[in-house]
Nanobody
Framework: QVQLVESGGGLVQPGGSLRLSCAAS????????MDWYRQAPGKQRELVAA???????NYADYVKGRFTISRDNAKNTVYLQMNSLKPEDTAVYYC???????????????WGQGTQVTVSS
């Protein structure tokens, strides 16, 4: 019914930038909060940034000042602009969104498939 598709990952040198995108599609009635998580090898998945339906952002302390989350409600898309990347930012980045579909009366959480970000010289 609903798909989240991430794009924009890749290999970048320390200090470089990447922009991730996550587009939601399907039988969407409304999208509420949209978030980015990441999971490094051997570690738990952690919240990187979140944005509300009114575009109010929140960030994990370790990305404040470097990452910017934004959304385009007309395109059902959330973005993560990542600047000043560090090797410790290497992880699989996942998009999450709380969505109400046209066929269900309650909203639920959906996940994308993840996109690899590798920061290395």
């Amino acid at each position: 019914q609903v798909q989240l598709v991430e794009s924009g990952g890749g290999l970048v040198q320390p200090g470089g930038s990447l922009r991730l995108s996550c587009a939601a599609s399907g039988s969407i009635f409304s999208i509420y909060g949209m978030d980015w998580y990441r999971q490094a090898p051997g570690k738990q998945r952690e919240l990187v940034a979140a944005i509300s339906s009114s575009s109010s952002p929140n960030y994990a302390d370790y990305v404040k000042g470097r990452f910017t989350i934004s959304r385009d409600n007309a395109k059902n898309t959330v973005y993560l602009q990542m600047n000043s990347l560090k090797p410790e930012d290497t992880a699989v980045y996942y998009c999450n969104a709380v969505i109400r579909t046209t066929t269900q009366p309650v909203s639920r959480s959906y996940w994308g498939q993840g996109t690899q970000v590798t920061v290395s010289s």
